[in-house]
Every structure is written in structure tokens, then in C-alpha cells.
């Protein structure tokens, strides 16, 4: 059984002087115990969730008019089967979207036929900007190929070498598992220095990981050596083809009907941690505890291992809009959206419909005030999307480390920081790890807005954003700027300066209702 919440959701605990938690169980223990909460429907649009994780069952989000497995489209909403949410990227016979490739790489296969080994001087000038773009992303494609396989092949490299001696050290050691104690004793007692030579150099790798054992960095080796295979053999592949078990037109911009109601597809480790962080179940005593206590988890499929595509992002959002959700988390992003305006469309349809929209700020590094991000917290016209709260990621320490070293920022277009790293919650099989990003940030902060809505039902998208913003807790801390060796203000990296925090939110929300109940 994993370890107690306590012990390792960090993000739930007080602020202090040293560390930047949220707040949460201190806001239940004292804001809350004698209020009755409503439930709200919270979407996650990402890669898929575990149903049957023993942490999510119970809050999982249940469509009232549809019976599950008689393959009838009972509610008439255009969906057969679609009892716990949607799935935009599986075909009708029940295969499923793994990986995809990226924009750039799709933007490359589009623009190829029609520029490639032409002259730019010779083209028209409508032309022109679409033959700069096939320039670059032919030059980041390229880059990318080189950059990914070298890697790919050098972890396999590393991979097969670090396992083959553990493996022959396990075996001269007589031991099932090598852990720092075990190592250090071999380091010890063993004369041979071919063998203590491997010791040693593990022992360095361990202290270097800060691992416990060997088993760790295996599992390490192992994901990173997927993801890089990922991204050298599908991403960046422009002759790989993902999206054909989908059976749609990926160009028909007004096609809805298309997908099927497996909300898990075959990989739904991102989704199920997300979903965990905003709503595992509070009351079972296992595993981890969300953020909210009275939320149903609607789960929309539409990001793959790749880059999501335009037009199911925007279904993904109406499909959670016209089903009851009141909030939607979005821990995904891209450098490239094609088909915006039909994100667009979306993004106003949820606003028409009071929907509170919260996403990602992304993992790069880099300033989106200036660099693209997509969804983007704008409009093409550059004004500001009213129901859009953009989030950075932040760390443990009050120190230089506050904001974590991959989180984008960005004074005008990120609104609020929240934990993003090291955060513990609910993966597939009923376990339990930590992962990093802002998509774990981004969770965080919906489970804020979960709790403001529910336990204040009368709170309208536009109040939970002002209060979410406005209760943040602002930090002054100098932090090196991600990708950079920049000391800066923390409170320079956005827009509010700080980080959420769930206690003075309530604080807030409480007065408010106080204030307007004299009003009366």
C-alpha cells in the first residue's frame, strides 16, 4: 500500500516561512466542517482515466440518462455509451489513438507537396508567409529527428550497460535487490576491484538520483527510454499515421460524431494522476486525498502521446459543456494550433455557458507572453479569454527552487502559480506516484474552484477566477528564472505574483457571503 497522504502530499499542507502548501486540510478542519457541500462536475480533457482505480470509483462522474453497455445512444446526446465521459480519439470498433505526431510534424506533411524545392522569390506574396512556415518547420522537424534519436539511442545504450552490471552484481552478491546499504557494505568488503569498481559507480549514480536503490533508476531508465521512443519514432516521424483507427475526417472541422465511450484508452497515466489530484476519494482512508470533496470526474479523451488535435480539443470542450461540467482542466499545450478558431468557438461556447476553463501553463520554460502556447489564454484578437485561468508550476521550498526549474510563466498571461512538482496522487492499477509538470498545477487549482463552487453553488465562473486570483498568496522570494541562470522576483513570473491557496479562497468566499447577506 503507498504511503500515507501525509507523509507525501505536501501540496495539502499549511504555508509557512519555508514551505508553499495550500492549505487544504486546514481549510476543511476549520472553514468547512459544519457546511453541506453541493456536487460539481469537473472535466478532464487529457490522454484517459483509470475507472477502476480504488481512489476514483466512487467519484467518478456518471451520466444519468445512459445505461451503460446495451449500445444505445439512450440520452440522445449523440453519444453511445458514454457513461463516465468520452473518448474523441478511438475509432467505433473499440481501438484507441497511443501515440500521434506532433503539429509541427503534421504542419510539415501538409506544406511539403506544395513548397518543397520551390524558389520563394518566384512565389506570391499570400504564398510566401506559407513557405516561411514550411521552412520552419522543416528546420525544427529536422532538429527534433536528430536530437530525439541520438538521445533514444543513447539512453538504450546507458539502459542495457547500467542493467547488465546490476545484474551481475545482484548475482556475485547473492542479492534480489540493490539498495545504498547493501552497496555500501560490498563497497566495503569486496577486494576484487573489477567488482567494486561497478559498486562504486552505482553507489554514485544512486547518490547522484537521489534513489534509494536500483529499482528506481530502472523504472526511471525505462519511462524516460519510452518517451524518447515516443518522440524519435512517432512524433517526429512524418511518415507515421496514428490517426487512422479513428475512422473520421481529421480535416471535417463540424464532425462530432466520431469516437467511443472508452474513457481509459490503452495508456491513461497522465489523466488518472490529474483526476486524482482534483478529486480522489477523501473518505476511503486509502491511498491520497483530492483537493475537493464533492466533485464527479467526467473523463474526455483527446490528447495522445503527441500533440492533441484542434478539432478534438474543441469537441472535447463542448461535449463537457453541453454533459453538466462546470469546470474543465486542461493539462495539455502545444507550439502550433493550426485550426485555433475552432478552440475558439469552443472556449466561447463554455463562456456563454458559465464554464470555468482551467489550463496548463506548459513545461518549456520559456515566457508566453512572447513565445506561443496553445490553448492560448487569448484570443486571436489579443484580448483576454474571461473564463480561462492559465497556471504555472511551484515547488516545495520557499527558496530559490519556489518555481520549478521546466514551468513556463509569463507577467501578462500566466494567472497563478500552484504545486506542480513532486505531486503525489493516483496512477492505473489502484497505485500511486509522484509526477512534475504544470499538469499537475493546473489540477490543483481546478480542485480550488471545485471546492468554491460547491460549497458556494451561487459563485459564478468570474467570481471563483477574481477569488482564486485574488486570494493568492504573493511571494517575493528571489527564484532562478526556468531555462536560465536569472535571479528574479517570484512575483514577477505572473500575473497575480503568487501561489493558490485554498484557505484564504474559502476566507475570502466566506466574507463575501457574509457581506452580502447584511447587504439583504
Do not use: C
Not at 511551484?394 to 506542480?420: E, R
Not at 497575480?496 to 484564504?504: A, E, K, Q
Amino acid at each position: 500500500m503507498a504511503a500515507s497522504a501525509q507523509e507525501t502530499q505536501w501540496y495539502l499542507q499549511d504555508k509557512t516561512d519555508n514551505t508553499a502548501g495550500i492549505s487544504v486540510e486546514r481549510t476543511y478542519r476549520e472553514l468547512l466542517k459544519d457546511r453541506k457541500p453541493t456536487p460539481v462536475v469537473v472535466a478532464v480533457i487529457d490522454g484517459g482515466i483509470d475507472t477502476t482505480h480504488e481512489d476514483l470509483r466512487r467519484v467518478l462522474w456518471v451520466n444519468p440518462k445512459e445505461i451503460a453497455g446495451n449500445g444505445k445512444d439512450d440520452d440522445k446526446n449523440g453519444y453511445v455509451d458514454d457513461v463516465h465521459g468520452w473518448n474523441f480519439i478511438g475509432g467505433k470498433d473499440g481501438r484507441n489513438v497511443n501515440y500521434e505526431t506532433a503539429e509541427v510534424t503534421r504542419l510539415y506533411v501538409q506544406l511539403k507537396p506544395k513548397y518543397e524545392g520551390k524558389d520563394r522569390k518566384t512565389l506570391k506574396p499570400d504564398q510566401q508567409k506559407e513557405y516561411d512556415l514550411y521552412v520552419k518547420t522543416k528546420a525544427e522537424l529536422e532538429k527534433n529527428q536528430s536530437q530525439y534519436k541520438a538521445q533514444y539511442q543513447g539512453i538504450g545504450q546507458f539502459y542495457t550497460q547500467f542493467s547488465t552490471a546490476v545484474a551481475n552484481l545482484k548475482k556475485v552478491l547473492n542479492v534480489t535487490k540493490l539498495d545504498t546499504l547493501t552497496l555500501r557494505k560490498a563497497a566495503d568488503t569486496l577486494t576484487n576491484a573489477s567488482l567494486k569498481r561497478p559498486v562504486l559507480g552505482i553507489l554514485q549514480i544512486l547518490g547522484q538520483q537521489g534513489a534509494a536503490d536500483t529499482d528506481v533508476i530502472m523504472s526511471e531508465l525505462e519511462k524516460a527510454n519510452e518517451q524518447l521512443k515516443a518522440r524519435a519514432e512517432y512524433n517526429y516521424n512524418p511518415e507515421f499515421d496514428g490517426r487512422s483507427v479513428v475512422g473520421d475526417n481529421p480535416n471535417d472541422m463540424n464532425q462530432r460524431d466520431y469516437g467511443n465511450a472508452d474513457i481509459a484508452g490503452s495508456r491513461p497515466d497522465h489523466g488518472t494522476h490529474v483526476a486524482g489530484i482534483i478529486g480522489a476519494d477523501r473518505t476511503n482512508n486509502l491511498g491520497v486525498k483530492g483537493v475537493s470533496d464533492a466533485v464527479q470526474i467526467m473523463g474526455v479523451r483527446a490528447v495522445p502521446d503527441g500533440d492533441e488535435r484542434d478539432k478534438d480539443v474543441a469537441n472535447a470542450i463542448r461535449y463537457a459543456v453541453d454533459n453538466g461540467a462546470q469546470i474543465i482542466n486542461m493539462s495539455f499545450g502545444k507550439d502550433y494550433s493550426p485550426q485555433r478558431s475552432v478552440v475558439e468557438d469552443a472556449e466561447r461556447y463554455a463562456l456563454s455557458k458559465g464554464v470555468l476553463m482551467v489550463h496548463a501553463a506548459g513545461n518549456d520554460g520559456k515566457d508566453i507572453d512572447t513565445a506561443a502556447n496553445y490553448p492560448a489564454p487569448r484570443f486571436i484578437d489579443g484580448s483576454a479569454i474571461p473564463n480561462v485561468i492559465t497556471v504555472g508550476a511551484s515547488a516545495l521550498p520557499n527558496t530559490s527552487d519556489l518555481v520549478a526549474s521546466f514551468s513556463n510563466y509569463g507577467k501578462q498571461n500566466v494567472d497563478v502559480f500552484a504545486p506542480g512538482k513532486d505531486i503525489y496522487s493516483t496512477v492505473p492499477g489502484s497505485k500511486y506516484e509522484n509526477n512534475s509538470g504544470t499538469s499537475m498545477a493546473s489540477p490543483v487549482v481546478a480542485g480550488v474552484a471545485a471546492v468554491l463552487k460547491s460549497y458556494f453553488p451561487k459563485l459564478t465562473y468570474a467570481d471563483i477566477k477574481r477569488i482564486i486570483m485574488q486570494s493568492a498568496t504573493p511571494y517575493s522570494t528571489k527564484v532562478t528564472r526556468p531555462e536560465s541562470t536569472d535571479m528574479v522576483a517570484f512575483n514577477t513570473l505572473s500575473k497575480t505574483g503568487g501561489i493558490v491557496n485554498l484557505y484564504d479562497a474559502v476566507k475570502m468566499a466566506l466574507a463575501e457571503e457574509a457581506a452580502s447577506g447584511k447587504a439583504k
